[in-house]
């Protein structure tokens, strides 16, 4: 079975600055897909960006970018210009493409953004 | 918001009881999955639905059931409950064709097992 990794249980950083946070995720696959999802205090899950396996090319969404290193199976979300809203945790999601396409989650980084 | 809706959203229930939560998808969405989240935890998937069809399975103890009906709202069941069984229950859909591979997830259902 798949596996997702996030090695960083908590980060934080300063308002306006950049952070990276990192997953890594175990496949046998070669077509799949990847996600981030924020979780604020609400406890909503939200959609912050995905990547195409398939894709070079690294997902950007505004300040959110990923890191996506197929070989290394890394894929690591960088914050640019921290806000406090961005506080909240964040998860890393694998989506198979080979087992009723289910979502396989690390275990989360709860992110603090500091003023 | 998602889109998805899920009711109700907090549920507060004693050991040994039977509840049923509630989710519909997205407009237009045919695929509808179930999350459990426990306190501190990740996401662990339930149950997939397609269309009215079971697709997929995860972690679901025999004690919880679900099935998605004609209008594709889905419902999931769960019986005995534990102590254990406190949790936030998430439900997700996603599209077909395009962006089928991306889950929108609603506001969650929160339980609590007295």
């Known amino acids: 079975a798949q596996t997702v990794t996030q090695s960083q249980p908590e980060m934080s950083v300063q308002e306006a600055e950049t952070v990276t946070l990192s997953c890594t995720y175990d496949?046998?696959?070669?077509?799949?897909?990847l996600f981030w999802y924020k979780q604020p205090p609400s406890r909503q899950m939200i959609l912050v960006i995905r990547?195409?396996?398939?894709?070079?090319q690294n997902a950007t969404e505004n300040r959110f970018s990923v890191n996506f290193q197929k070989a290394a199976k890394s894929f690591s979300l960088k914050i640019s210009d921290s806000q406090l809203g961005d506080a909240a945790m964040y998860f890393c999601a694998y989506r198979s493409q080979n087992t009723g396409n289910q979502f396989y989650f690390g275990t989360g980084t709860s992110l603090t953004v500091i003023p | 918001d998602s889109g998805v809706t899920q009711t109700p959203k907090h549920l507060i229930t004693a050991t040994g009881q039977r509840v049923t939560l509630r989710c519909s998808p997205r407009?237009?969405?045919?695929?509808v999955y179930w999350y459990q989240q426990s306190l501190d935890q990740g996401l662990q998937f339930l149950i997939q639905y397609y269309n009215g069809e079971e697709r997929a399975k995860g972690n679901i103890l025999e004690r919880f059931s679900a099935q998605q009906f004609p209008d594709l709202h889905s419902e999931l069941n769960l019986s005995s409950l534990e102590l254990g069984d406190s949790a936030l229950y998430f439900c997700a859909s996603s599209p077909s064709g395009r962006n089928q591979e991306t889950q929108y997830f609603g506001p969650g259902t929160r339980l609590l097992v007295l």
């Open positions: 496949t046998s696959e070669s077509d799949y897909y």
């Open positions: 990547q195409e396996a398939y894709k070079q």
């Open positions: 407009s237009g969405d045919l695929s």
